[in-house]
């Protein structure tokens, strides 16, 4: 059964920090790309960024939105990604997803990824 457990969001001032964290547990296959997406409230749900098991290699965002201030990562040994957000703004503010996808057809969008945590917030103040 796998299963993807985030945690870290919280809440903090503009311009602060927050690393969220995934762990990952009964994942089959190491060929996985891991996500993280987010959702404001009224809004459609958006890739963040995601990042390859096996490789490292990440992705981000087209957007200026995060790029520069948001880094993906993992470590193999725990099996967990982490999400640094730095310069945070208020409109960073969202429920952030973590979600494990296997075939890399689409790696941007969630209709893709087989496998989601089940959220943390994450509040931003100005």
């Known amino acids: 059964q796998v299963q993807l457990v985030e945690s870290g969001g919280g809440l903090v001032q503009a311009g602060g920090s927050l690393r969220l964290s995934c762990a990952a547990s009964g994942l089959t296959s190491s060929s996985y790309y891991m996500g993280w997406f987010r959702q404001a409230p009224g809004k459609e749900r958006e890739f963040v960024a995601t990042i390859r098991w096996t490789s490292g290699r990440t992705y981000y965002a087209d957007s200026d939105s995060v790029k520069g201030r948001f880094t993906i990562s993992r470590d193999n040994s725990n099996d967990t990604v982490y999400l640094q957000m730095n310069s945070l703004k208020p409109e960073d503010t969202a429920v952030y997803y973590c979600?494990?996808?296997?075939?890399?057809?689409?790696?941007?969008?969630?209709?893709?990824?087989?496998?989601w945590g089940q959220g943390t917030q994450v509040t931003v103040s100005s």
């Open positions: 979600a494990a996808e296997a075939t890399g057809r689409d790696i941007y969008s969630g209709d893709e990824y087989d496998y």
